[in-house]
């Protein structure tokens, strides 16, 4: 009986996978698209499949904070606005360019997940998409991490004052920088 099953397993994946070929066929590979919904159920589902128990029922061990929430508030300003958009969008050039695109961190398939589920995402990174692994396998850096699950979990409700005092924090580029002294240096009469 195991052997018919079996057998009857490989013919099904093979026709899946013979199915696939033929109607992907002269697609190109492109990162411009978005993911069909199937595609993009399948990968939730293995990403779950794939995250250990153990990370899911991991609580935040950083207490929810004033403090925590502007640390985690200045990390994300500096890491991860250039895909997720200050506000948690995604709306970024490289957000909406990776594929799948960078999610919209506000929705509730992001806020749905557990702290521990959030933490293990931004420590190990999800395989196949834009997003990296941040951790760093030091206890500071662990901290930073709950801190920003804090700051995941407000990005619905950040105000025009927050997105304000993140534009501040976000890196700048040599030219940006020395644009901004050219302003500065007009705006006090001094010419270079």
């Not at 509730?108 to 395989?127: A, C, H, K, M, N």
Request: hydrophobic fraction near 40%; charged fraction near 20%; glycine fraction near 10%.
């Amino acid at each position: 009986m195991n052997k018919k099953r079996l057998l009857w397993t490989g013919v099904a994946l093979a026709v899946l996978i013979g199915a696939t070929a033929v109607l992907t066929r002269g697609m190109g590979f492109t990162a411009r698209g978005n993911p069909s919904s199937l595609e993009a159920r399948l990968a939730l589902a293995a990403r779950r499949w794939a995250t250990p128990r153990s990370a899911t029922q991991q609580a935040n061990p950083v207490a929810a904070s004033a403090d925590a929430l502007k640390d985690g508030m200045a990390h994300w300003a500096d890491h991860c606005a250039t895909c997720h958009a200050n506000d948690g969008s995604g709306k970024t050039s490289i957000g909406r360019s990776l594929y799948p695109p960078a999610p919209d961190m506000r929705e509730p398939s992001t806020q749905t997940l557990s702290d521990g589920e959030l933490f293990y995402v931004i420590e190990r990174g999800v395989p196949f998409t834009g997003m990296p692994a941040w951790g760093t396998g030091t206890p500071g850096g662990e901290e930073d991490s709950w801190k920003l699950v804090h700051f995941i979990r407000h990005l619905p409700k950040l105000t025009p004052a927050d997105l304000a005092d993140m534009e501040k924090l976000n890196p700048k580029s040599a030219g940006q920088i020395e644009m901004e002294h050219q302003i500065q240096d007009f705006l006090k009469g001094r010419r270079r």
